[in-house]
Every structure is written in C-alpha cells, then in structure tokens.
C-alpha cells in the first residue's frame, strides 16, 4: 500500500514525520520562513541557498544569519551552493556545527549567475566535479547529504537522469530531489512527473519531487503520480503557510482575514527580531505582495505598503478593512503624520501555539497613543 503524505520515514537515518517539506527559497528561506512552515505542519524545511565560499571564508552575515537555526524548526537541511569540493567540504562542516541535520546541495538553480560560476545548473554539464562536491560534503560534515537537480539544461536532455545515479553510486548521497523542467525552462511549461516517476522506479534512494506543486491537489496528484518519498512546497507557500495544513489534509477552508492578517503581524516581529527594523522595513517589501493578494487588496494598498516610511505605518495600513483604505496620497500623509510616535515593544506570549513569537522577538501593542493603528486581531480557533 502507497505510504500516505501524512506517514512518517527516514532520509539518511533522519526521521522525518511527514512527507511535506519546505523546498529551499532562495533569499527568502531563513529561520523564521522554515519555523513558519513547520507550525503548519511540514516534516521537514530546507534553508534558502547559502554560498559555500561565503561559509568557508566565514562571512560575518552569511554565518549569522543564514546559518541560524531555531530549535524548532528540526529537523533541518541547509542548501549549498558552490563548485569547489575543498570549500564544499569546509562549508559542510561549519553548517554541521550550526546544528544542520541534513546538508542539500543545489545542482538545478538556472540563474545565470550561479551557472557562471560553475555552481547550479552548471553542474548538470560537469558530473565528475558534481560527484566530488557531494562526496566532499559528506565527508566534511559527516551528515547526509541530498542534492537537488533538473532532468537537464534544455528539452530533451538527461544529463540530470545519469548525474542522479551517479550521485548515488559514487558519492554514497541520501536522497534526490528532482524539479522535472529542464534548467532553460525555470519555473515555467508542465513539469515531466512522468520522467520523475521513472526515477523513483530506478534509484535505490528516496527521491523528493518538487516544482509546479502551487495548491493542494497538485502536491497530491504529483505524489500519487510519481510515487515519490515526499513533496516539496515552494513558491505556492509564499504568504501561504496553510498549504501545508491543506496538502496534509487537516484543514480544507481558507484561512480568514484575521488569520491572515495576525500570520504577517508573526512575520513582521520575527523580521524585526532578526534583522533590526531598519533592515526589516525593507526586506519585508517583498511579503507584502503575498499576503495583500491573499486578503484581496489591491494596488492601492501594495503600493502604500512598499513605500511605507516605518513598520509603524504598515501596521497602520493594514488595520483598518482593505475596502475602506483612503487614497494613496491620504494614506501617506496619514503615515507621515505617524512618525515620531513612541511605541512600547514588550515581549508578547501567544496562547495560540500558531502565533507564538520566535525567542526574543518583540512585538507592538496597543496602547492609549497608538490604539486603532496597529493590528491584534483576537484568535478565537485553535487548528492545530
């Protein structure tokens, strides 16, 4: 009988408790990204895609930042990039200090300015230097160690296929994670599942799919169709943590725009948390979008959250109904008016394990000066 999304396994000795994951994302899979995943429910998170010559020459912000880990968050794989096996090797075992469970190597990324380098995609053309990163991450870490790829760099090609078993015979890897478009493709045209399930046929080893999987019944069809170990969850995720609540099959609706709206207050605090709110105010601009899509808001309210001066006036843009928004140039001058506000940021206890802060994060809350501005919908169901 099929093993069930919901069954537990082992991926290199690792066991994970379902067949869910987070696929690595790049620039934007960090610590709180993968916590996220894992309060609904994935098995398993990957890390977004971390230089192995950054890690090796000990790059202050990639070490602290993209080798962080949270202790819920296990277990955990951290992808490699790179195309040195010496450096591969190194890096191997700084993120195997960090507290990895598992170590990914990215052998599919089309960008060409991983490819120039001889890493991503590029090593789909190099089998022999492929084989030797993944053996010397092994050897370097003592973890096990995956490594995701693409069938090919254009149609019709398969030197994906044959990189995949070499993987196994000779560098001993753990698993594979195929994404069954051709490197030329990206993320466009229909995935090959069928090519995929050959695959999973011939390799000794469990083979992840991902790629395509953007709502519920693609991650099911996909995984019925293929036969393969686990699903990853990527860009469909996005603003959208309950996919894998829906993918697992313990909840069917949508979340409300309560939900949604205390899930991205979350994200705002671990942001700040992590990065200071300088630097969160900026890099949260780019999870606005999925979120505001989610709650129906529309260019009006995209535009006044990207150009929004302080996190204090993005929590202010989202408290009142999106309908009842005022123009663009009212809402600025009101954010305008904002500023110089003083705000409190004591720590914040959720009950609701579903919106429990990461360690030390702060968030803002209501107070005579700022009542009506900031967000705190009451959670009133618990879906755990």
């Known amino acids: 009988m099929p093993a069930k999304l919901t069954d537990p396994w082992f991926l290199g000795g690792v066991e994970v408790s379902n067949r869910v994951v987070l696929a690595p994302l790049a620039g934007i899979g960090?610590?709180?990204?993968?916590?996220?995943a894992k309060r609904f429910g994935a098995g398993l998170v990957v890390s977004e895609m971390v230089s192995s010559f950054a890690v090796h020459y000990g790059n202050e912000r990639t070490c602290r930042e993209l080798l962080r880990i949270h202790p819920d968050e296990h277990p955990v794989s951290v992808q490699l990039f790179g195309h040195d096996?010496?450096?591969?090797?190194?890096?191997a075992e700084a993120v195997a200090a960090a507290g990895a469970d598992l170590i990914d190597i990215n052998m599919g990324c089309p960008v060409p300015k991983v490819c120039k380098t001889g890493?991503?995609?590029?090593?789909?053309?190099?089998?022999?230097?492929?084989?030797?990163?993944?053996?010397?991450?092994?050897?370097g870490s003592g973890l096990p160690v995956t490594v995701k790829l693409r069938p090919g760099q254009r149609p019709g090609e398969r030197g994906g296929v044959e990189l995949a078993r070499r993987l196994v015979e000779e560098a001993g890897v753990a698993g594979l994670c195929i994404h069954p478009r051709h490197a030329s493709q990206r993320h466009s045209g229909a995935p090959d599942y069928d090519l995929a399930r050959r695959m999973v046929e011939e390799l000794p080893v469990p083979v992840l799919i991902s790629g395509g999987l953007h709502t519920a019944d693609r991650a099911r069809d996909a995984y019925e169709r293929t036969g393969a170990a686990?699903?990853?969850?990527?860009?469909?995720?996005?603003?959208?943590?309950?996919?894998?609540?829906?993918?697992?099959?313990?909840?069917?609706?949508?979340?409300?725009?309560d939900?949604?709206?205390?899930?991205?207050?979350?994200?705002?605090?671990?942001?700040?948390?992590?990065?200071?709110a300088e630097r969160a105010g900026r890099y949260l601009r780019k999870f606005y979008p999925w979120y505001v899509e989610r709650l129906g808001g529309g260019k009006q309210l995209q535009a006044a959250l990207q150009?929004?001066?302080?996190?204090?006036?993005?929590?202010?843009?989202?408290?009142?109904?999106?309908?009842?928004?005022?123009?663009?140039?009212?809402?600025?001058?009101?954010?305008r008016s904002l500023q110089g506000r003083q705000r409190t940021d004591p720590q914040r206890a959720r009950s609701d394990r579903r919106y429990t802060p990461a360690p030390t994060s702060a968030g803002a809350v209501a107070t005579?000066?700022?009542?009506?501005?900031?967000?705190?919908?009451?959670?009133?169901?618990?879906?755990?």
Do not use: K, Y
Not at 85 to 91: E, G, L, N
Not at 119 to 135: H, I, N, T, W
Not at 259 to 276: K, Q, S, T, Y
Not at 322 to 330: F, I, K, M, S, W
């Open 259 to 276: 939900e949604i709206l205390a899930e991205l207050d979350w994200v705002i605090d671990c942001a700040v948390e992590h990065l200071g």
């Open 30 to 36: 960090n610590w709180f990204v993968r916590l996220q």
């Open 119 to 139: 890493a991503g995609a590029a090593l789909l053309d190099d089998p022999d230097r492929a084989v030797a990163l993944a053996a010397a991450a092994a050897h």
């Open 85 to 91: 096996a010496d450096v591969m090797a190194s890096a």
């Open 307 to 335: 150009t929004a001066p302080a996190l204090d006036d993005v929590r202010a843009l989202l408290a009142p109904a999106p309908a009842a928004l005022p123009a663009r140039g009212e809402a600025i001058a009101g954010m």
């Open 368 to 384: 005579p000066a700022n009542a009506g501005f900031f967000l705190r919908p009451e959670r009133t169901q618990d879906r755990s």
């Open 230 to 257: 686990a699903v990853l969850l990527a860009r469909g995720s996005l603003g959208n943590p309950w996919l894998f609540e829906q993918v697992l099959g313990t909840r069917e609706d949508e979340p409300d725009r």
